[in-house]
């Protein structure tokens, strides 16, 4: 069985490689590393057998763990997408397989976490809106917005037309002090605004502000309450935790792109 030496000197590394190799920024080298510290410590404790083949059991009781050194969820969240990013390395280094990776991005283990949602769940969120449906493909392109640039509910509703940039893949929001940031649209994302701005928003209202993206029914402009409802709707049928917010999204967004490997100060 691997002494907890093993575990220390991997995470050792594993700070070494996301350094040197990955070119990751030194404050996102720290916080992993001081992560991966709370989890040599958990397997200090006894709880964990091999920090190789760690079980879904074991992994759940280091949530637990976690949560009961009072973290806030997002906190909890993160040292999460550290072990995923550490098992990944210990996948390259063939010193664990794909087992533990993929217990780390399970559904199962994700959604123990409040305030995030696993990839599966988004994807069924997404996938909510129907075609029958009166405003589908508005609400499709507003879930796709949301996720896809981790805007604030305000940021989401006050966007322009001429905020955005489809071609080039990207959008203006304006937060907090009417502070302007240049966030990347996916292709999903893309896609559903080109077919609701092509399709589904002349259809809204011929008399529509122009400078708007999501209107309501009326023609015009979405509110937050607007927006909170429509993602209350389609959390309900997509089977999700009654919780489920706009914010929720946005904690999602993040946490995935660190996930699969941004650097923390990029997504910050």
């Not at 508005?138 to 917005?145: F, M, Y």
């Not at 071609?167 to 907090?176: E, P, Q, Y």
């Amino acid at each position: 069985m691997p002494a907890l030496n093993d575990l220390v000197e991997d995470v050792a590394a594993f700070r070494n490689y996301i350094r040197a190799e990955r070119g990751m920024a030194d404050n996102t080298v720290t916080a992993y590393g001081h992560d991966l510290d709370r989890y040599a410590a958990f397997a200090a404790g006894g709880t964990l057998r091999d920090y190789r083949k760690p079980t879904l059991g074991e992994l759940a009781d280091y949530l637990g763990f976690l949560r009961d050194e009072q973290l806030a969820p997002a906190s909890v969240a993160r040292h999460l997408v550290a072990l995923k990013m550490f098992y990944r390395f210990l996948q390259l280094e063939e010193r664990a397989d794909a087992t533990a990776v993929e217990l780390i991005g399970s559904p199962a283990l994700w959604e123990r976490i409040p305030t995030i949602l696993s990839p599966e769940s988004v994807e069924r969120l997404l996938a909510a809106p129907l075609p029958a449906d009166r405003f589908y493909l508005r609400d499709r392109a507003l879930l796709e917005t949301l996720y896809a640039t981790g805007c604030r509910a305000s940021e989401v509703v006050n966007l322009k037309v001429g905020d955005l940039y489809l071609d080039a893949m990207f959008c203006k929001a304006f937060g907090k002090g009417s502070k302007q940031r240049i966030v990347p649209l996916g292709s999903q994302a893309v896609a559903a605004l080109r077919a609701y701005l092509g399709e589904g928003r002349p259809t809204v209202s011929a008399a529509a502000p122009a400078e708007c993206v999501f209107l309501s029914r009326a023609g015009k402009r979405l509110d937050r309450e607007m927006l909170w409802a429509i993602v209350k709707k389609y959390v309900k049928r997509a089977g999700l935790p009654k919780k489920t917010s706009p914010h929720t999204l946005r904690h999602s967004f993040a946490t995935h792109l660190l996930s699969n490997g941004a650097d923390l100060r990029a997504v910050q």
